[in-house]
Every structure is written in structure tokens, then in C-alpha cells.
T-cell receptor, first 115, second 112 residues
Framework: NAGVTQTPKFRILKIGQSMTLQCAQD?????MYWYRQDPGMGLKLIYY???????DKGEVPNGYNVSRSTTEDFPLRLELAAPSQTSVYFC??????????????FGPGTRLTVL | QKEVEQDPGPLSVPEGAIVSLNCTYS??????FMWYRQYSRKGPELLMY????GNKEDGRFTAQVDKSSKYISLFIRDSQPSDSATYLC????????????FGAGTRLAVHP
């Protein structure tokens, strides 16, 4: 199993550009999540999905969009990139969504800089 | 005031020391408490979780929750250089991963 994979590893965007961060998992997990991690701020949930075709907002969804057309893939779209979106983005997945029942697995992250 | 407070460190200890990592929180509804370990330039990995108050032990790691003081701890016994990482606490009222509130993380360095 590859686990949770993310591409690209690094990216520099100009203000106003758009991009899609890719995330895939091969563990047949129902739940997938996107987080951002800023220095000194901990992880913040952007969006999550409970299954193909079902997504919901997290704590910080503004400026982002997601879709989940398959169980395996959960891309995160940034439209009109802004410097405030400079961060490290992590994708994660879990089978049941409940911490007492199973483990959440994280990908290696994408480091995004918006200049 | 943040819902979850965690001292960012860095904390530097010699190999073999007992390490204590701590978080405080303000929301009395929190019942599920987790500790993640994050190596440099890697994603977090779930280390331990506890429900409600009490202790939980797993090898060299012990998680402790004191709900009356709104204080949780992670103890690492016989610390090793391989324990050098950032440790994040996280907690929620419902136990769902979609409701977790994370601390900022404490950076730990264990030197030989």
C-alpha cells in the first residue's frame, strides 16, 4: 500500500493564479480530509468528505473548493491564490471518521508559497 | 484565548530522560484527546488517543488526562534521539476527526 499520496511536493504560485492539489489513498477509506498547517498555529481543517460525492466545509474553507468523484481521490482546488494561502497542506484519510475506532493517516504534505 | 494551548518549545533533553509534553484547553465539552507525532517535513501520525479522564500507556508513552484541570500530558520514558519530532495534541467533544482542534505543537529534540 502506498497509503496517502500528495502531489506536488512543492509549488510557488503568483497571486491570482489557480491550482489543484492532488490527494489519493489506496486503503479504501471512506473519509478524507484537507488540512493546512501554518507556523505556530496547528492544523486547521479546510474540507472533508465522508464518501464519493459528499463533501463538507471545515473550519477554514474560504478560497478553496473540493470534489470527490471516486473513493480514492480528493483534490483541493485553489482559485485566485492569495499570500494568505501560503502554507503546508496535508491530506488525510480514515475508515470510519471516529478517533476511537480507527486511525487517521496523513500524506507527506504540499508546501505552497504564493508570491 | 485559543481553545487549545501548547507550548511550542523547543524542548531539548538528553537521551534517556523522561519527557513531559502538555496541553491546556478551555472547552469543558472536550472528551476525546489525541497525541500526534510529526517528524520534520512529514505528515503527522497518530500516536495515542484517550477518552475522558485517566491514563493510557503504550510502551514508553503514557497519555494522561485531567479534565478537572483541563490539562493533558504525554510522557515519554527513556527518550531516544528517534523521538525528536514535533508533538501535537488534538481534542474534540464528539470524537470525530472532522471536529478536532489541534494545538500548535511542541518541538522536542533528544540529543545523544
Amino acid at each position: 500500500n502506498a497509503g496517502v499520496t500528495q502531489t506536488p511536493k512543492f509549488r510557488i504560485l503568483k497571486i491570482g493564479q489557480s491550482m489543484t492539489l492532488q490527494c489519493a489513498q489506496d486503503m479504501n477509506h471512506n473519509y478524507m480530509y484537507w488540512y493546512r498547517q501554518d507556523p505556530g498555529m496547528g492544523l486547521k481543517l479546510i474540507y472533508y468528505s465522508v464518501g464519493a460525492g459528499i463533501t463538507d466545509k471545515g473550519e477554514v474553507p474560504n478560497g478553496y473548493n473540493v470534489s470527490r468523484s471516486t473513493t480514492e481521490d480528493f483534490p483541493l482546488r485553489l482559485e485566485l491564490a492569495a499570500p494568505s494561502q501560503t502554507s503546508v497542506y496535508f491530506c488525510a484519510s480514515s475508515y470510519s471518521g471516529q478517533g476511537v475506532e480507527d486511525t487517521q493517516y496523513f500524506g507527506p504534505g504540499t508546501r505552497l508559497t504564493v508570491l | 484565548q485559543k481553545e487549545v494551548e501548547q507550548d511550542p518549545g523547543p524542548l531539548s533533553v538528553p537521551e534517556g530522560a523522561i519527557v513531559s509534553l502538555n496541553c491546556t484547553y478551555s472547552n469543558s465539552a472536550f472528551q476525546y484527546f489525541m497525541w500526534y507525532r510529526q517528524y520534520s517535513r512529514k505528515g503527522p501520525e497518530l500516536l495515542m488517543y484517550t477518552y475522558s479522564s485517566g491514563n493510557k500507556e503504550d510502551g514508553r508513552f503514557t497519555a494522561q488526562v485531567d479534565k478537572s484541570s483541563k490539562y493533558i500530558s504525554l510522557f515519554i520514558r527513556d527518550s531516544q534521539p528517534s523521538d525528536s519530532a514535533t508533538y501535537l495534541c488534538a481534542m474534540s467533544a464528539s470524537g470525530g476527526y472532522n471536529k478536532l482542534i489541534f494545538g500548535a505543537g511542541t518541538r522536542l529534540a533528544v540529543h545523544p
